[in-house]
Every structure is written in C-alpha cells, then in structure tokens.
C-alpha cells in the first residue's frame, strides 16, 4: 500500500492520501488519519464515494457519484456567483450510440430522470416519486421534442405511476394518457373533479379571456362580497348576466 501523509508544523499527521495496492481504491483523509476521518474514496472501477466507503445505490446501480451522510452533508449544493442572467445548471444528456458521441436517441427515451427511493425496511428498491425527460416524438437535426412527466407511488404500491406531463407541444395532462387540449384531466376509473377553493370572505371561479381583455366572460362563485352570499354569478362581454342567489332564485339581466 502506499500513502501520502500531510503534517502540521509539529509534525502531526493531519491528513492522507492512501492508495490499497492490493484492490486498487484510493482514499482520502483529512483532520486526522482514523477511518472515521475518510472524506473521499475512489474505487477501483472508478466510482466515487462522498461520506462513505462502498456502494450505496438501490438497485446495486453503481452509481458514478455517490454522496451519503446522517444530516445535511448528505446534499449537493450548485452555485454561481456570476453578475448576469445566467443561473446555475445541472445537465442531463442522452445520446443514442458511443461515449462523446452525438448519435440520435429514439422517441420515448428517457433523457434524464430524478427518482426519489424510500427504504421499506428491508432495502431502498422502492421508488416513491420520479420525475423524467422523455423524448417526445422524432428527433433530428436541430429538432429535440421532449417532455417532462411527473409520478408517484400509491399507498400500498412500490412503483411510481403518471401523474402528470408537460407534453412537447405544452399541453399538460393530469392523470393517464395524452392531452388532447391545452389541459386535459382525465381519470377513466372513477369520478373526475375540480375543486376551487378560496376564503370565506372572497369569491372562486373561471375566466375567459383573450389577449384585449382577460376577463371578458367569467363564473363567479361568491362566498361574500360584503351584502350578499353564497351567490353565483355568470358575466359575458364584461357584464354580469345571470345570477343564482342562496336561495336558488334565478335573476337574468337585472
């Protein structure tokens, strides 16, 4: 085995760079030379660890980077300092053929994903949520269709279903399937609802608008407006034109 050792002005060993020649993995120490001191270690394939000394990802996927810990240490932070418009990035890329290529992937490739896993007691092979880039369509030159899908896993299940997608067109569906309009919720097993919920002293409701005027038509439930309550109201051309009291008395154009 072979080692680089760091001393302090005393002498102290204070840090190292150890190399185990006999199964070929790196480690590096540092504040001190006891195992609990490792902060780092590169194994043999050439994955590394951050926070621990073997593979911890479900599935035994091998993970390249792999950082594990018992508080915040177990994060990653992405920052940039930089006057500008730019942000911070984290970049997924997927290509359909060789390392640094540029072959074209297939439509309905994942590009990318981000899977959140909980242990269940007896391992972390369990996804709770993901969220995935897909290819969404044909890809060609200067032409990349992508989509963006949003899961979970039901109670009492152990892998994610669809719930939501941000379609390449950018339509968003809510449930199963594809999105026929701009959003289309769906849910072809039991009863499909919306809920709109505001205070009490306030009112819910739906606009319809165009680029001119963005509540030209609207339904308009009112909690209260501070006489009346419980009341719905339907406007066209910006005008109330019926309404329905608490009591179900139906008043048009007064």
Not at 12 to 29: A, E, L, R, S, W
Not at 30 to 51: F, K, Q
Not at 203 to 221: L, N
Request: net charge negative.
């Amino acid at each position: 085995n072979d080692i680089i050792a760091f001393q302090n002005s005393s002498g102290t060993t204070k840090g190292n760079i150890f190399y185990d020649t006999d199964h070929n993995f790196m480690v590096f120490k540092t504040n001190g030379t006891a195992s609990s001191n490792e902060r780092l270690r590169i194994a043999s394939d050439g994955r590394v660890y951050i926070g621990n000394t073997q593979d911890s990802s479900p599935y035994s996927w091998n993970l390249g980077l792999q950082v594990s810990g018992t508080g915040t240490n177990a994060g990653l932070s992405i920052r940039r300092d930089q006057s500008g418009s730019g942000g911070a990035l984290l970049m997924f890329v997927k290509t359909g053929g060789a390392l640094n290529g540029n072959t074209l992937p297939s439509d309905g490739d994942q590009i990318g994903g981000i899977y959140f896993n909980a242990a269940d007691g007896t391992d972390v092979n369990n996804v709770a949520a993901r969220i995935s880039g897909t290819v969404d369509g044909t890809p060609g030159s200067n032409d990349t269709p992508g989509r963006l899908t949003f899961s979970t896993t039901a109670d009492g299940a152990n892998s994610p279903e669809e719930r939501v997608r941000i379609q390449s067109n950018g339509y968003v569906n809510i449930g199963s399937g594809t999105a026929e309009e701009q959003l289309t919720i769906r849910n072809t097993t039991q009863h499909c609802l919306v809920r709109i919920i505001s205070a009490n002293n306030a009112s819910a409701g739906v606009d319809f608008g165009d680029p001119e005027d963005t509540d030209i038509g609207r339904v308009r439930y009112y909690h209260s407006d501070g006489s009346n309550t419980n009341y719905m109201r339907f406007d066209t051309n910006g005008f109330e034109r019926l309404r329905i009291t608490s009591t179900g008395r139906v008043g048009i154009n007064e």
